[in-house]
């Protein structure tokens, strides 16, 4: 069982920052692909970004160019970097794990999960 703790949230204002964190003490975490979802009230759970075992990473539409996902395997931990913050960003923030680089998209594919991290980027 991989257990992964996010970081807490908190309150921004439109165009701020703000970075949150997943970590685990899974010695094996270089070998997963970590991805981010977010869910806002009422809606789905959304892909946001992904970086694969290897590093490579993909992001959703509507955070391309704004947001970057990185990983530090020595720390097992990913990072999720938010700029130019708007508010239709609030939502919570999950970070999820999965062993195979396939199917990195859709919140099903994927075992674990953390907690989540509640964003609100106020206007």
């Known amino acids: 069982q991989v257990q992964l703790v996010q970081s807490e949230g908190g309150l921004v204002q439109a165009g701020g920052s703000m970075s949150v964190s997943c970590a685990t003490s899974d010695r094996t975490f270089s070998n997963y692909a970590m991805g981010w979802f977010r869910q806002a009230p009422g809606k789905e759970r959304e892909f946001v970004a992904v970086i694969s075992s290897g590093g490579n990473t993909n992001y959703g539409d509507s955070v391309k160019g704004r947001f970057t996902i990185s990983r530090d395997n020595a720390k097992n931990t990913v990072y999720l970097q938010m700029n130019s913050l708007k508010p239709e960003d609030t939502a919570v923030y999950y970070c999820?794990?999965?062993?195979?680089?396939?199917?990195?998209?859709?919140?099903?594919?994927?075992?674990?999960w953390g907690q989540g991290t509640q964003v609100t980027v106020s206007s």
């Open positions: 999820a794990a999965k062993r195979l680089n396939l199917n990195l998209y859709l919140p099903e594919d994927y075992r674990y």
